[in-house]
């Protein structure tokens, strides 16, 4: 019983091992350095000076960074609910058809997710052209002249999460549709005995039954909306940067554009330490929920 239980340990760790190495390497080292950069005055390539807080003092101090955190912020709440809820819808819908018909909706919502920013940016800019955009017809309506949204400051976010929003349910609606399949149609059959409607029936069982891929769905769209870039920046050329900056963008500015690589270390380890409470906090109080 000795042998078997150190050989199953023995062979638990082999298989282990080249995990733990790769996130030791690839994932824990990189953060460690990171958090180490940003107590330096460092440019992007090459050694700095070791300044203590400074760089964090001045973050705290930085009108931008603020900026940044405060469009984020928007974004996310722009993003993280609005895109859980079209997924929710999209994958009832969905999940009514039968045979090839589910399978042709299925990847119709699905096919934006594969295509990359680039493609999704080209095909939404095309979309909002004050020229011959086909979004302009209904933008005319509304404000009485074509207006360019990408270049409208208080239109700029919204315009991004809509197109955010499109881009990636296909994958929330998969994540759903596989938590609607585990629900036995046993249930459904015997609430419609008790005369049971569909509003009620949602709310009584296919709510509470799904509750535990709704907090994944909302904690990975966290996760993916508070490190937003490429959208914002592709949509943004052209246009003042500072009304729409976001927090990666920042860190792309301070790192790449203006070679501070201390600095914008400073502001990775302020965006990785808000994207873990967040996440923390948001993934606890929805599986507190959840418990009830």
Known sequence: MIRSRRSEITWALILVAPFVAAYLVLFIWPTIQMVLLSFTDAPLIGPGNWIGLDNYFEMFDDRRFKTAVVNTGYFVLLTVIPNTLVGLLIAIGVNRLKGWQQSLVLALFFLPYILPVSVVYLMWNWMFDTQFGIMQGPLTMIFGKPTHVFRTTW???????????????????????????????????AASLD???????????????????????????????????????LFVQGGRADPSMVLVQYIYNQAFQKSEGGYAATISVALFVIIITVSVLQYTALRARGAK
């Not at 999460?161 to 549709?177: E, P, R, Y």
């Not at 409607?197 to 509750?211: A, E, V």
């Open 155 to 189: 239109l700029f976010m919204p315009a991004v999460a809509l197109v955010t929003i499109w881009w990636t349910c296909g994958f929330n609606i998969l994540l759903f549709l596989a938590g609607l399949r585990s629900i036995s149609p046993e249930i459904y059959e």
């Open 195 to 233: 005369n049971a409607g569909r509003f009620k029936q949602f709310f009584r069982i296919t709510w509470p039954l799904i509750w535990p891929v709704t907090a994944l769905v909302l904690t990975i769209q966290l996760i993916l909306q508070l490190k937003i870039f490429d959208q914002v920046y």
